[in-house]
């Protein structure tokens, strides 16, 4: 069946350091690919996506490349802020509405 | 509001107690999503309405899970003879067209079953 697997956390980061979150996928075919996001106290979110192979996701400074070679999708930002703090789920879908999610990586930004 | 409101924010069950939680998508969307999400994974999909027609409930763990639309707004999300493993964050989602992309989640009910 369709799974994704991310990067276990936490992680804990100084201000102005660069993230990264592994996350790679299993499932057949093209799945679209997404980064969802969970600020305390708020519901999920959509950081970003990407349909196809080569497309780079893009959002508040985040990029994510679908890699159909490596079935990856890793998250990056050049330079977090404390505000960037949360729990950030990577995500597949092969149909236009079920989701299977990633367990989460809780990303903690240090002043 | 103008977000997907779920009530209630947190629910303390006996074991074998009968638990409905409720949904209210933003105003307009066709389509509605029931997640469940366990202490410290993902959410995992239950099932998904557009409009009033329930298109898929491959996700309910059990037949003590039942889900419905009647008017193709408000949903309910019903579990009978709650057990411990019901014990979860459950989480509702609504969109107004087929991509993923415009998808809105609440903030879920905090189910726990003692």
């Known amino acids: 069946g369709n799974s994704v697997t991310q990067m276990e956390g936490p992680v804990t980061l100084s201000e102005e350091a660069f993230l990264t979150i592994n996350c790679t996928y299993t499932a057949t075919g093209y799945p679209s690919l997404f980064w969802y996001v969970q600020y305390p106290g708020e519901g999920l979110q959509l950081l970003l996506k990407?349909?196809?192979?080569?497309d780079k996701g893009s959002n508040k400074g985040f990029e994510a490349t679908y890699r159909k070679e490596t079935t990856s999708f890793h998250l990056e930002k050049g330079s977090v802020q404390v505000s960037d703090s949360a729990v950030y789920f990577c995500?597949?879908?092969?149909?236009?509405?079920?989701?299977?999610f990633g367990a989460g990586t809780t990303v903690t930004v240090r002043a | 509001g103008a977000g997907v409101s779920q009530s209630p924010r947190y629910k303390v069950a006996k074991r074998g107690q009968d638990v409905a939680l409720r949904c209210d998508p933003i105003s307009g969307h066709v389509s509605l999503f029931w997640y469940q999400q366990a202490l410290g994974q993902g959410p995992e999909f239950l099932t998904y309405f557009q409009n009033e027609a329930q298109l898929d409930k491959s996700g309910l763990p059990s037949d003590r899970f039942f889900a419905e639309r009647p008017e193709g707004s408000v949903s309910t999300l019903k579990i009978q003879r709650t057990q411990q493993e019901d014990s979860a964050v459950y989480l509702c989602?609504?969109?107004?067209?087929?991509?993923?992309?415009?998808?809105?989640f609440g903030s879920g009910t905090q189910l726990s079953v003692l």
């Open positions: 989602a609504s969109r107004t067209g087929t991509s993923n992309e415009k998808l809105f």
């Open positions: 990407a349909t196809k192979a080569d």
């Open positions: 995500a597949l879908s092969k149909n236009d509405y079920k989701l299977s």
